[in-house]
């Protein structure tokens, strides 16, 4: 199976958390909002001007940078 990160999820899209691999000060903040293995995640909006995208996780409106996005490994329904 290949690894496939948040930030690359479409607009739209219904994913499951697999795994966190950032460094330890901002994996334990995302893992603080919910971001644990199986967790829904619904990406909602890209920014304007790019760099930060809006998720509902939890039911909650949440904006996470594509730098931080790109360490969160998912996995679709399917797959």
Known sequence: MIDLSLDKCLVGE??????????????????DI?????????????SIC??????????????IRDNDAKNIIVRRRNA
Do not use: H, P, W
Not at 15 to 25: I, K
Not at 34 to 46: I, M, P, Q, R
Not at 50 to 63: E, M, P, Q
């Open 14 to 31: 219904k994913v499951y958390v697999e795994r966190v691999e950032s460094l330890f000060d901002i994996k334990r903040r995302l893992l």
């Open 50 to 63: 790019g760099g930060i995208r809006a998720y509902k996780i939890r039911n909650t409106l949440i904006g």
């Open 34 to 46: 919910g971001l644990s293995y199986g967790t829904e995640v619904v990406v909602l909006y890209d």
